[in-house]
């Protein structure tokens, strides 16, 4: 069983950045295509990027050239690097890990963006 733990949402302002961490285990990590999507209440769980076995990367056009997804291998961790964050980023995002046809999901981490 795959286990996800994210960590490193929080509030910040307008123009800042935040970091996401997801710690992956119960399984090889390398194995694993790992994700980041983002929720609100008024919303369906979107899509914010991917990142493949290979380190193909994917991003939806809301993110790109403001977020960058990372993985570490060594240490079973997936990042979401995000920069010139907006009001519109606000939600609780959740990690992603896809194996086969099975699909695991974290807790999720709420970042809000506000002044």
């Known amino acids: 069983q795959v286990q996800l733990v994210e960590s490193g949402g929080g509030l910040v302002q307008p123009g800042g950045s935040l970091r996401l961490s997801c710690a992956a285990s119960?399984?090889?990590?390398?194995?694993?295509?790992m994700g980041w999507y983002r929720q609100t209440p008024a919303k369906q769980r979107e899509l914010v990027a991917t990142?493949?076995?290979?380190?193909?990367?994917n991003y939806a056009d809301s993110v790109k050239g403001r977020f960058t997804i990372s993985r570490d291998n060594a240490k079973n961790t997936v990042y979401l690097q995000m920069n010139s964050l907006k009001p519109e980023d606000t939600a609780v995002y959740y990690c992603?890990?896809?194996?086969?046809?099975?699909?695991?999901w974290g807790q999720g981490t709420q970042v809000t963006v506000s002044s």
């Open positions: 990142i493949t076995r290979g380190s193909s990367t």
């Open positions: 992603n890990a896809a194996l086969g046809l099975q699909s695991f």
């Open positions: 119960g399984v090889v990590f390398g194995l694993l295509h």
